[in-house]
């Protein structure tokens, strides 16, 4: 059974900083394609950063650009993604997601995690 357990949220002040992780089991970890996406309240989950299974190629939602940076350790089946720079925008609940391939497009990812909330205050 394919599990996503995300974590590291919290609560941050605007200009912050905070990283959050994906520890992934039950699939081969190495051989898929990663992704983090988030949800507003009221709003519909957006696109954040996707990576490949390598790593050697990433992805970033154009706002997100040299503020997050998406990364993986394959060793240890774990998703991260160090966000800067935070801003009250930001707050959402955070998802990581897997696919065969990376893509902007939710529909292209079939396993997905709980979430973890990031709340930046102003």
């Known amino acids: 059974q394919v599990q996503l357990v995300e974590s590291g949220g919290g609560l941050v002040q605007a200009g912050g900083s905070l990283r959050v992780s994906c520890a992934a089991s039950?699939?081969?970890?190495?051989?898929?394609?990663m992704a983090w996406f988030r949800q507003a309240p009221g709003k519909e989950r957006e696109f954040v950063a996707a990576?490949?299974?390598?790593?050697?190629?990433?992805v970033y939602a154009e706002s997100m650009k040299g503020r997050f940076t998406i990364s993986r350790d394959n060793a240890k089946n774990t998703m991260y993604l160090q966000m800067n720079s935070l801003q009250p925008e930001d707050t959402a609940v955070y998802y990581c997601?897997?696919?065969?391939?990376?893509?902007?497009?939710?529909?292209?990812?079939?396993?997905w995690g709980q979430g973890t909330q990031v709340t930046v205050s102003s």
């Open positions: 990576i490949t299974w390598l790593g050697e190629r990433t």
């Open positions: 997601a897997v696919g065969l391939m990376v893509s902007t497009v939710r529909s292209a990812y079939y396993y």
């Open positions: 039950g699939l081969t970890f190495s051989t898929y394609a």
